[in-house]
Nanobody, 130 residues
Framework: QLQLVESGGGLVQPGGSLRLSCAAS?????????????VAWFRQAPGKEREGISC???????KYADSVKGRFTISRGNVKNTVYLQMNTLEPEDTAVYYC???????????????????WGQGTQVTVSS
C-alpha cells in the first residue's frame, strides 16, 4: 500500500517560513507514481478539528483554504514522488501537526480539501512561536 512520510516541520518565529515535504513510496506498479494521485495537506491544532488547507490534482489544479490563501503554496517538486507545502508569513495560529494525504485520481482537473483520502502520513509538527 501507499506510504506517505512528511518532513520539514519545526520551530519558527512569527513571520517566518517553512517548507514541508510529502514523500510517497510503496507503489504497486512501477508505471504508476505519485502523479496519478491527488494530494492534500491537512492540519490539526491542539483542541481543534482537523482541517484541510490545500490540495493539488493530478493535472496541477490547486485549492486553498481561506486561512492560508496567499501565504501557502502547494506544488509537485522536481524530486520524484514528492509534494511540497511552502508556508510563508507564518502565524502562531498556524501551529499544528500537518498531515499529507493522497488518493488515486488520474487525470482529474480538480481536488478537494475535504478528508476523503485513503492514504495518510504520520504528521509533522509545526510550531510558530517567539
Amino acid at each position: 500500500q501507499l506510504q506517505l512520510v512528511e518532513s520539514g516541520g519545526g520551530l519558527v518565529q512569527p513571520g517566518g517560513s517553512l517548507r514541508l515535504s510529502c514523500a510517497a513510496s510503496g507503489f504497486s506498479s512501477p508505471g504508476y507514481g505519485f502523479n496519478f494521485y491527488a494530494v492534500a495537506w491537512f492540519r490539526q491544532a491542539p483542541g481543534k478539528e482537523r482541517e484541510g488547507i490545500s490540495c493539488i490534482s493530478t493535472t496541477g489544479g490547486t485549492k486553498y483554504a481561506d486561512s492560508v490563501k496567499g501565504r501557502f503554496t502547494i506544488s509537485r517538486g522536481n524530486v520524484k514522488n514528492t509534494v511540497y507545502l511552502q508556508m510563508n508569513t507564518l502565524e502562531p495560529e498556524d501551529t499544528a501537526v500537518y498531515y499529507c494525504a493522497a488518493i488515486w485520481n488520474p487525470r482529474s482537473p480538480i481536488c478537494t480539501i475535504q478528508p476523503n483520502y485513503n492514504s495518510w502520513g504520520q504528521g509533522t509538527q509545526v510550531t510558530v512561536s517567539s
